[in-house]
């Protein structure tokens, strides 16, 4: 299981429930394409102090990462697409695989880093979190991990509600 991860801003000036409701729309024109998605919105962004969204969107394999990405801009879902990403300013996104944990997007969680001294065996086996998804492809600035517990506090969702 892969996850597209996106992080966007709205214009300046944008109304956030025009932008949310954009956003809303175009995740609806995905669904069949991709296994799952959800937007948040977040306070603050992961890699930067400013306020914003990440997009989450599960597919099964690369091959279905491609077909999402074709998807996203052609036939009936290309007005919802240029809708929103007309409204928005900035974006950056990565490719995460599903290391451990159950197959949907994560409603709450943190962003980490593998501490330096240790290899990837030992973080992953000495790591409590239940959900572990393992960064694969950067499109800017993004974590190494997203690590989600139980007990991880739940994000503002944008979609589905």
Do not use: C
């Not at 969107?57 to 036939?75: H, T």
């Not at 990403?85 to 962003?111: K, N, S």
Request: no cysteine; net charge negative.
């Amino acid at each position: 299981m892969l996850a597209y991860v996106f992080w966007h801003t709205p214009r300046d000036g944008e109304t956030l429930g025009e932008y949310e409701r954009r956003l809303a729309e175009f995740h609806q024109a995905l669904e069949g394409v991709v296994v799952q998605s959800a937007a948040f919105r977040l306070e603050e962004l992961p890699f930067t102090q400013r306020s914003g969204y990440e997009d989450w969107y599960l597919v099964d394999n690369w091959g279905a990462l491609g077909k999402l990405n074709d998807a996203a801009v052609s036939g009936v879902r290309r007005s919802a697409h240029d809708a929103v990403a007309g409204l928005a300013q900035d974006g950056w996104g990565g490719v995460y695989q599903l290391v451990r944990g159950g197959l949907e997007v994560p409603d709450g969680g943190h962003w980490a880093g593998k501490p330096r001294d240790r290899g990837y065996e030992t973080f992953l086996r000495q790591e409590r979190a239940d959900t572990i998804w393992q960064r694969q492809l950067v499109l800017g600035p993004a974590a190494e991990f997203f690590l989600s517990e139980q007990r991880s506090k739940t994000r503002p969702r944008v979609w589905p509600k």
